[in-house]
């Protein structure tokens, strides 16, 4: 069964499911205007290759966190939306590159072919480099850096945390350099931790900090992303393994031919559902300081939840 | 004969010689606290693969340039030394990509084996990531993104933009889309915009914001950046049609296999040569306007032009 993530194609599941698919719709609008000749004159077939990957129809899970949890804070949509586009250049930009033959080698994502597959190699790598670097320039560019430059400096250092090398490249480069057959547990705990859940769990800060939130609500928030991050993964490890998303199948072949280790190779698939229980669980107690200003982020929690059934 | 850029090993050359060597000083001091343990956790080989080419002994031009703007304008080391070093991660993120065989396919930089021959592709592509990443991180995390959020925030919009698609990877893109043999001269001159100066005039402006210049004065040193850069590249270029580089020997030859385009190959090497001395003429007028506490700066072009001699 296919992830039921509410988006323009897909029904919606719970309550809060139309607020979340709003969010989304949200981003799916603003996104391109930062690639638009006005916004930046990027050359050909640099500009198609960057608007390829991005406009590719993932979930959004990332911008709609970071919208999500600002709002629980009681910030505004438009101060929020250019960091959680940002965000999605992130995203994107580690898509790119994981896919390239030198990393994953996969030769398709999202049922397309692939950057490099399209493109060519040298311009899937600039383009992915191109992402990442107008990512900061959307986030720095902002209007909310001009009128709030405090918060923005800090939800910048944040996601570049998140996503350097003790973050996401850091996870990456641990799953690359991970040797067949001697990954432990703990190996994959750390690898997931780096590779997701910092990005995820820099989502829900950032949305805290731009929102303007306590430091006692942004760290909440930043424990439950944590939580939520890691959810996330083990889920879409437990449907890798059992075959759910047959646009993977072939990564999966690849990867148990690696000997790549997932958290339901390495545990078993058993407790890999038990850890999702247990993960939504914690995500949810974290914020449990808010009311139902909080909603649609459980409502996140609920849908990721839901992939697995 | 080999260039005599001041630093460790070089003799200094003119009578400010010796204060862009001391601010070359600063900067390769301060360049691996960024990536040591306690500011960043990278795992292993990413952090060998980030110091193996960011300590490879780089002119640092870029950090040098900055500093030596932003104290033009009364900037204090301490405020303009986090972006210095910055930059000079962007540059070496660039230098790592634009070796891959994927790109330039250089198996030698600066007399030593490139990232991907040492570490693999995998990894220098992550490295180059990581790089550009943790560059943000040093800006945004800066006692100055604390004291002076603001100038801190346009600082890093301006790096990113000349970073990014309309600058130096925009430029890296019309490199690799250039083919062979239908090259103009006019693209050359974009290309060198996008590929060099932007990012050199971006060292200048910044300097001139972090150090609290006035908008005239910045415009000022973003000019003169423009033409140092060109200078600067067009100065590489003869070098390497004359030969005086040895060790830039193998890419020239490649260069001209491939049919590439350099402002010397465009033009010849006597406009080529006269082009320099215009672009240095037109940079020294436009800091004009300062008195003796820009020499630093009018030291940088003539060292670039002491280079051709």
Request: proline share 5%.
């Given at each position: 069964?296919?992830?039921?993530?509410?988006?323009?194609?897909?029904?919606?599941?719970?309550?809060?499911?139309?607020?979340?698919?709003?969010?989304?719709g949200?981003?799916?609008?603003?996104?391109?205007?930062?690639?638009?000749?006005?916004?930046?004159?990027?050359?050909?077939?640099?500009?198609?290759?960057?608007e390829?990957?991005?406009?590719?129809?993932?979930?959004?899970?990332?911008?709609?966190?970071?919208?999500?949890?600002?709002?629980?804070?009681?910030?505004?949509?438009?101060?929020?939306?250019?960091?959680?586009?940002?965000?999605?250049?992130?995203?994107?930009?580690?898509?790119?590159?994981?896919?390239?033959?030198?990393?994953?080698?996969?030769?398709?994502?999202?049922?397309?072919?692939?950057?490099?597959?399209?493109?060519?190699?040298?311009?899937?790598?600039?383009?992915?480099?191109?992402?990442l670097?107008?990512?900061?320039?959307?986030?720095?560019?902002?209007?909310?850096?001009?009128?709030?430059?405090?918060?923005?400096?800090?939800?910048?250092?944040?996601?570049?945390?998140?996503?350097?090398?003790?973050?996401?490249?850091?996870?990456q480069?641990?799953?690359?350099?991970?040797?067949?057959?001697?990954?432990?547990?703990?190996?994959?705990?750390?690898?997931?931790?780096?590779?997701?859940?910092?990005l995820?769990?820099?989502?829900?800060?950032?949305?805290?900090?731009?929102?303007?939130?306590?430091?006692?609500?942004?760290?909440?928030?930043?424990?439950?992303?944590?939580?939520?991050?890691?959810?996330?993964q083990?889920?879409?490890?437990?449907?890798?393994?059992?075959?759910?998303?047959?646009?993977?199948?072939?990564?999966?072949?690849?990867?148990?031919?690696?000997?790549?280790?997932?958290?339901?190779?390495?545990?078993?698939?058993?407790?890999?559902?038990?850890?999702?229980?247990?993960?939504?669980?914690?995500?949810?107690?974290?914020?449990?300081?808010?009311?139902?200003?909080?909603?649609?982020?459980?409502?996140?929690?609920r849908?990721?939840?839901?992939?697995?059934?």
């Amino acid at each position: 069964m296919r992830a039921t993530f509410p988006g323009k194609t897909n029904k919606v599941a719970g309550p809060f499911g139309a607020e979340l698919g709003r969010l989304r719709g949200l981003v799916e609008e603003a996104l391109p205007g930062y690639l638009s000749p006005g916004a930046c004159r990027a050359p050909s077939p640099l500009r198609e290759a960057m608007e390829y990957s991005l406009m590719a129809g993932g979930k959004r899970v990332r911008p709609v966190l970071l919208l999500s949890a600002g709002k629980a804070v009681g910030g505004g949509e438009g101060e929020l939306l250019p960091f959680a586009c940002a965000v999605e250049f992130v995203h994107t930009y580690s898509l790119i590159h994981d896919d390239l033959p030198a990393m994953d080698d996969d030769d398709f994502r999202r049922g397309k072919p692939t950057s490099h597959k399209v493109f060519g190699e040298g311009t899937a790598i600039l383009a992915g480099d191109a992402l990442l670097t107008e990512a900061f320039r959307i986030m720095a560019e902002s209007e909310t850096a001009s009128a709030a430059p405090g918060r923005a400096v800090r939800a910048i250092a944040d996601i570049a945390r998140a996503a350097g090398a003790e973050g996401m490249a850091g996870g990456q480069q641990m799953d690359l350099s991970a040797a067949p057959g001697v990954s432990t547990p703990s190996s994959v705990d750390e690898i997931e931790l780096r590779k997701t859940a910092a990005l995820l769990a820099s989502c829900a800060r950032v949305g805290g900090i731009l929102g303007g939130g306590t430091p006692g609500q942004i760290d909440a928030l930043g424990e439950f992303g944590t939580r939520f991050g890691l959810l996330f993964q083990v889920t879409d490890d437990i449907l890798d393994e059992t075959g759910s998303f047959e646009e993977m199948g072939k990564g999966i072949a690849k990867d148990r031919a690696r000997g790549k280790w997932t958290y339901p190779v390495a545990y078993g698939l058993e407790a890999a559902g038990a850890r999702a229980e247990t993960l939504a669980r914690e995500a949810l107690e974290k914020i449990a300081l808010f009311r139902g200003e909080a909603d649609p982020l459980r409502e996140l929690v609920r849908m990721v939840q839901d992939r697995r059934s």
